[in-house]
C-alpha cells in the first residue's frame, strides 16, 4: 500500500497523448485548443467609434468653431467616409468606422442638434470617444494559446478571426465497467439481495459533462468472463474505468484478469479514505490506461474527481491547478490514512468556506447529492482547528 502523495504522482506520469483532431467550431466547446489562435488582422481592425454622437477634426476647437454642419449619418457597417472640411461633421453611431479628417468625437449629451447644424456645449478632448485600430491586439499576436479550455467568450475570438474549424487534443475513448452479480438495470425492481447499478451512470454523467461518451459494459462476477470481455474492450478503447473488484473479496476478480492481459500494476491500494483499494495500472506499447476504482459510491466518485480528472488534464496539455477552502469547523484527521471529507462550500466575505457533510460510510449515495466537493485531509494526529486551509476538489 502506497500513501496518496505517491499514488498522485504515479497516476500524472503515466498521462496519454492520443494527439489533434479538427472540429468545427459550434461543437468546440468545452474541448482543448491544440493550437495558437493568432489575430489575423488587427484588433480592432479600424479607428472606431464608442459612442453615439458627431464627429469632427479637433483643429475645428482650435479655432473656437463650436457650430458644424452634418455631412451625413455613419453607421455601424458603412465604409469608410471623408470629412469635407473641419467647419462640417458626420453623425456617427457606436461601432462605426472613424471618417478621414477627423479624429474627435462629441456624444450626442454634449450636443444641440437642429436644421441639419450640429452645437457643441462642452469642450472636447483631442482624440476622445475612439476605439484605435489595433490597441486591443496587432496582426500576428497570439490570440490563445494552446491548451485553452474552449469556453462560450473564447468561441468569439475563435470567430472573429475567422476559424470555422478548430484543432483540438483528442478526447481518450473510455469503457465504463462495471462488475457484480447484485447489479441489476435501474428500470428493474431489485430483489432484497440486488441493488440498482449507479456507480457506472454517475461515472457517465460525470464524462460527459467533459465532452466524453463512454460505452457503458457490465460483467458478472465471473473470472473468465471478466478476462474474455475486457480483452475486448482493450481493443477500442483507450482508457478503462472499472468500478468495483478490486476488494479482497473472493468474487474480485479484476486484478488477476488485468494482469493476465498484460496490463502492467502500478499500484494496487492507497493509504486514503474512501478508495483504499483503488488499482492503477498501464500497458505502455498500446497506451492504454486502467482505473479500477473501489465499488463504494463513495469511493468510485472520490477517486475520479481526485485522480482521473488531474490525469486528464495533463494529458491534455493543461495545468494541474490546485484549489483551496477554509475550514469551517474543526476536523480530526487519521493517523495513517489520507481522508477525502465531503463537504459543501460557501463564500464568506470573500473567502470560501468548507462545511462537512456527515455521511454514512463509503456507500452513502444520498451525502454525494449534497456533496459541493472534497477537502483532502492529510493523516495526522492532532486535531485541525476551524479556519485552516485544505487542499479542494470540486465535485462535478
Not at 170 to 176: H, N, R, T
Not at 216 to 235: C, G, Q, R, Y
Request: net charge neutral; aromatic share 8%; proline share 5%.
Amino acid at each position: 500500500m502506497i500513501v496518496f502523495e505517491d499514488a498522485f504522482e504515479q497516476v500524472l506520469q503515466h498521462t496519454l497523448d492520443l494527439g489533434d483532431e479538427t472540429v468545427v467550431l459550434s461543437k468546440s466547446t468545452g474541448r482543448i485548443l491544440s493550437e495558437d489562435i493568432k489575430a489575423d488582422r488587427d484588433f480592432p481592425p479600424f479607428n472606431r467609434s464608442t459612442k453615439d454622437g458627431i464627429v469632427i477634426a479637433f483643429s475645428a476647437i482650435e479655432k473656437r468653431i463650436t457650430r458644424f454642419k452634418i455631412e451625413g449619418i455613419l453607421s455601424a457597417g458603412m465604409p469608410q467616409q471623408s470629412l469635407s472640411t473641419d467647419t462640417n461633421c458626420f453623425e456617427i453611431m457606436t461601432g462605426a468606422v472613424l471618417p478621414e479628417q477627423a479624429d474627435t468625437i462629441v456624444m450626442y449629451e454634449q450636443t444641440e442638434i437642429k436644421d441639419g447644424w450640429a452645437t457643441i456645449t462642452s469642450t472636447p478632448n483631442k482624440g476622445q470617444n475612439i476605439h484605435r485600430q489595433g490597441s486591443d491586439e496587432q496582426k500576428g499576436a497570439i490570440l490563445l494559446k494552446k491548451g485553452t479550455s474552449i469556453t462560450a467568450a473564447v468561441i468569439g475570438v475563435l470567430a472573429s478571426v475567422g476559424k470555422k474549424e478548430v484543432s483540438v487534443k483528442k478526447l481518450p475513448k473510455i469503457c465504463v465497467v462495471s462488475t457484480g452479480n447484485e447489479l441489476v438495470e435501474i428500470h428493474q425492481i431489485p430483489l432484497p439481495h440486488q441493488i440498482r447499478k449507479s456507480n457506472s451512470l454517475s461515472l457517465a454523467a460525470a464524462l460527459e459533462k467533459i465532452k466524453i461518451t463512454p460505452k457503458p459494459l457490465h460483467i458478472a462476477d465471473d473470472k473468465d468472463v471478466i478476462e474474455k470481455e475486457l480483452e475486448k474492450a482493450f481493443l477500442e478503447f483507450d482508457v478503462m474505468m472499472l468500478s468495483g473488484g478490486v476488494s479482497k473479496g473472493k468474487f474480485d476478480f479484476i486484478p488477476d484478469a488485468l494482469a493476465n492481459l498484460g496490463i502492467k500494476k502500478i499500484f494496487h491500494r492507497v493509504a486514503q479514505r474512501p478508495g483504499k483499494p483503488f488499482w492503477f495500472g498501464i500497458q505502455k506499447e498500446q497506451q492504454k490506461v486502467v482505473f479500477s476504482f473501489p465499488g463504494n459510491p463513495v469511493s468510485t466518485f472520490a477517486n475520479y474527481h481526485v485522480y482521473f480528472l488531474p490525469w486528464l488534464k495533463k494529458s491534455l496539455g493543461q495545468e494541474v491547478e490546485k484549489q483551496s477552502v477554509i475550514l469551517g469547523e474543526a476536523i480530526q484527521p487519521h493517523p495513517s490514512l489520507t481522508l477525502f471529507v465531503q463537504v459543501s462550500t460557501q463564500w464568506q466575505q470573500g473567502k470560501l468556506i468548507a462545511k462537512t457533510i456527515k455521511g454514512n460510510g463509503s456507500g452513502d449515495l444520498v451525502s454525494l447529492a449534497l456533496a459541493d466537493g472534497f477537502i483532502r485531509v492529510p493523516q495526522g494526529n492532532d486535531k485541525i482547528v476551524q479556519g485552516a486551509v485544505f487542499e479542494y476538489t470540486e465535485a462535478s
